[in-house]
């Protein structure tokens, strides 16, 4: 199943067909909101908005464990997630798409891990995103009039400020491409659920480093609405031609997990049996 982690512009603009709402609960708290399940183009997508269906989470206190974790018991073993990000670089205007291949980590304040209480894993990262999906997201660009960038590097700051301008000097210096809060830890939980995981990003300002338009939410807003639309086009798409595979990130844990079977307690052990039942 293909999950889509995103803003309700991209499911309403999805039309789903036969759909139904999967209100769970996760040994993580409850997730941003009920998930919505249903048929676009025949084939089975569960849709979750990260901050809650009236955006009532800010980008630091968004479940992230709770929202993959509820992904992952519904079956999805798949991701795309669009998030509104600023540009960095001249090239990279409002209203372009990025489908970045790298991610640098600037938060402070949320829980990167489903383990670390009793049972200690170790994931690989060097590679954040799914290459063989990411691949995918790209030849469907066509799907859409927008621009669409392969590759690049992507900071999460915590938020929920914008930056200043010396912070975000500070970045273009360090040759980071697109700005944003909530890539992480969505990217690292994917990975330990096993879950290949695409952000879709559409830019919608520069930042505060560029003099050609003020950052505000004014602005934010009215450019992400244009590339929700460009998302959806593309998200449609994939759907209807993204082939069933298997991939490395489905066993992103097999020699990750460094706590040995015996040393793992019962509580723990059913906290987490979702995600390492195959190895434990």
């Known amino acids: 199943m293909l999950g889509i982690i995103g803003g309700s512009g991209i499911y309403e603009a999805l039309g789903f067909e036969n759909s139904y709402e999967d209100r769970v609960e996760t040994p993580f708290g409850s997730p941003s909101a009920p998930l919505e399940v249903g048929e676009v183009a025949g084939r089975e997508v569960a849709f979750l908005p990260r901050h809650g269906r009236d955006h009532q989470y800010d980008p630091t206190n968004v479940p992230y464990r709770a929202n993959v974790y ?18 960095l670089r001249e090239a990279l205007s409002p209203r372009t798409l990025v489908v970045p291949d790298q991610s640098f980590d600037r938060t402070r304040d949320r829980e990167r891990s489903f383990f670390g209480d009793g049972i200690v894993v170790h994931v690989s990262m060097a590679d954040p995103f799914c290459e063989r999906l990411s691949g995918h997201v790209l030849d469907c660009a066509d799907a859409t009039d927008a621009d669409v960038v392969d590759g690049g590097t992507h900071v999460t700051i ?16 360090r040759g980071f491409d697109t700005i944003g ?61 993204l082939p069933e595979a298997d991939c490395e990130c489905h066993h992103a844990l097999e020699d990750a997990i460094n706590t040995p079977p015996e040393a793992i307690g019962r509580e723990t052990r059913t906290q987490v049996s979702l995600l390492v039942g195959d190895y434990r």
């Open 70 to 87: 509820a992904l992952k018991q519904a079956g999805v073993d798949q991701v795309v997630a669009t998030n509104a990000v600023g540009s």
């Open 158 to 173: 915590e938020g929920p400020q914008f930056s200043t301008r010396a912070e975000s000097e500070f970045y273009r210096d």
């Open 181 to 241: 809060m909530t890539t992480v830890p969505e990217a690292q939980l994917a990975r330990e659920a096993e879950m290949c995981y695409v952000p879709l990003a559409g830019v919608t300002d520069y930042d505060v480093w560029h003099d050609e338009e003020e950052v505000s939410l004014e602005t934010v807003l009215g450019h992400a609405a244009a590339n929700e639309a460009s998302m959806s086009a593309i998200i449609e798409e994939l759907v209807e031609t």
